[in-house]
């Protein structure tokens, strides 16, 4: 199934479903396995181009070829994460998060994936928590304020609006939150 969940220049939800497939065959075994993330880089390759720039009725399909423009509208406020090394971040249920921008991507390296029995294949699964702030919310005439900006951040025990004002916490802030949007433009390193 591929289902896409895009929004609409206006702000309209859309939803795309691309198909279904059933069966009526026995379920196949499946092994689950925890890894820890052994590398997490975040690069900003660029936004993604539109295939149907100019068909505002389709649903917003893009390729992530980092050839898309720069839209102004979308920019935010606030500062993101700085390119490189986001493992910590990532590896641990806590309050430090990667605050990435459009056209931002963490390529994630796991260690100890076994390969598939011969003539099987393998999938694999990614069970993540993240957090999208959408820039326009349905029903809404304007942008609120909160979607422009990137702080507030949300943190795990919230008790009140306000982010927990902790050593550890300004510490993360200083070290990984460095870079303004559109600054630390790198390409991401493709496998061939």
């Excluded at 820039?135 to 979607?147: H, K, N, Y």
Aim: charged share 25%.
């Amino acid at each position: 199934m591929r289902l896409c969940l895009g929004t609409h220049q206006r702000g309209q939800a859309m939803w795309y479903l691309d198909r279904v497939r059933l069966t009526e065959e026995n379920d196949l075994p499946v092994k689950v396995s925890h890894l820890e993330v052994a590398q997490a880089e975040l690069e900003q390759p660029g936004p993604p181009s539109l295939l149907y720039p100019d068909q505002p009725h389709r649903p917003r399909l893009s390729i992530d070829d980092g050839g898309g423009l720069p839209m102004p509208e979308r920019q935010v406020d606030g500062m993101l994460t700085r390119c490189g090394s986001v493992a910590e971040l990532v590896a641990g249920d806590d309050d430090r998060m990667a605050v990435m921008d459009r056209g931002d991507g963490v390529e994630l390296c796991f260690e100890g994936i076994e390969p598939p029995a011969p003539g099987a294949e393998q999938s694999l699964f990614l069970i993540a928590e993240l957090l999208y702030k959408p820039r326009l919310v349905v029903g809404e005439p304007a942008q609120p304020a909160l979607s422009q900006a990137v702080e507030p951040l949300p943190y795990a025990r919230q008790p009140a609006p306000y982010a927990p004002d902790e050593v550890s916490h300004r510490r993360y802030l200083h070290r990984y939150q460095q870079r303004r949007p559109g600054q630390g433009a790198r390409p991401l390193a493709r496998a061939t």
